[in-house]
């Protein structure tokens, strides 16, 4: 965990009566506690720790605990150490909630914006991968996310169907309406490429492979879960892992970098991350195939779609049109960028010369 670039709030009396009160369970004596983000920092006789509050985590606790022991036993010592109480358990209940402790891992959030550190990021992704491909699950009972990603595809294309037909029934129309209603044809269309370049390709052979190994998936890796000290970087909550395609982390990351002004699409820096990727952990032309139909489904403009239509989030106007227009700001740039990597990957079957 790092303080810096988080929030950092000072805790309440009763929340500082539940923390000692959990850490009893651990022999620990506090020293002091703050906030940080979701998550208390912990100065203690025992070092400084973090103190994580779930509502449903009695899973999350044990499988943490056990994935990050097995990945000590294949040398991979980049993630926070989870403790068990003095009676053995994984983590405290009370007050209908669960807590668990880790170390504390000091640094800083990672600069995802600057290359050279989102390249640090992609290769303890990749050392990460590795080291999980190996370990005894048998204390470990993860969600199994195989062979789903063309059904999240299909619905989210169904949901921006949806969003047309609200748009449509409306008497009174928005300017963000309007100009939703604009794209909404091409980003469909965008979505049913998206669904049919993954159908077609060997997403459903690659599952079945990833099956058989039980193929563990951080399921969350952002510049929020990487800790930066000197020049280690550091994995953190591993709440999230599943069954699951590796590559999908990969995929996922790049996707959220492309849409950040300093990436703004472009090509080059997205193969320089998958190359440095795969300088670890070596990355098939079956799998390019699979991160570049998370690229072409508009994310971005399903999910704005979704907040206003769906969960009807109270924002303003102003602040609709704003997000709306950043993500139609790119949409050449993310063209010229799918028609980029299409290149690249017949370049790497060997088919076509690829010209930047």
């Known amino acids: 965990m790092s303080e810096n670039h988080y929030h950092s709030d000072t805790v309440t009396e009763k929340e500082r009566n539940v923390i000692e009160i959990v850490l009893h369970h651990y022999d620990i004596n506090v020293h002091n506690i703050t906030k ?62 669960i807590y668990y402790v880790t170390s504390w891992i000091e640094g800083t959030e990672c600069n995802v914006s600057d290359i050279n550190e989102a390249i640090g990021c992609v290769k303890l992704l990749a050392k990460f991968h590795n080291a999980v491909n190996s370990i005894d699950l048998s204390n470990i009972k993860l969600k199994n996310n195989l062979k789903n990603w063309p059904k999240i595809f299909y619905s989210n294309v169904l949901d921006i169907e949806k969003y047309k037909s609200y748009i449509n029934r409306k008497v009174i129309k928005t300017q963000f309406d309007n100009l939703y209603n604009d794209y909404i044809d091409m980003y469909y269309q965008r979505g049913l490429t998206a669904l049919t370049f993954l159908n077609n390709s060997n997403y459903y052979k690659l599952s079945k492979e990833a099956n058989k190994q039980k193929s563990i998936c951080h399921n969350s890796f952002y510049y929020q879960n990487i800790i930066k000290n000197h020049d280690e970087f550091y994995l953190i909550d591993l709440d999230s892992i599943m069954i699951d395609l590796q590559i999908i982390d990969l995929g996922n990351f790049i996707r959220r970098l492309m849409s950040k002004s300093e990436y703004h699409w472009d090509f080059k820096k997205a193969k320089i991350l998958i190359e440095h990727y795969s300088s670890i952990r070596p990355v098939s032309t079956e799998e390019l195939e699979i991160i570049l139909s998370l690229l072409i489904f508009p994310y971005r403009f399903w999910k704005l779609g979704k907040k206003r239509y769906i969960k009807q989030k109270s924002w303003s106007e102003a602040k609709y049109l704003k997000k709306l227009n950043k993500i139609l700001k790119y949409s050449l740039e993310e063209q010229r960028f799918i028609e980029s990597f299409m290149n690249y990957i017949n370049l790497v079957r060997g088919n076509i010369r690829f010209d930047y």
């Open 36 to 97: 940080v983000r979701s998550v208390y920092k912990v100065e203690s006789d025992k070092g400084t720790l973090c103190v994580k509050r779930v509502k449903h985590g009695r899973r999350k606790a044990q499988n943490g605990y056990h994935l990050v022991e097995n990945l000590k036993k294949n040398n991979f010592y980049n993630t926070a150490t989870y403790f068990k109480t003095f009676r053995g358990n994984y983590y405290v209940e009370y007050g209908k909630r």
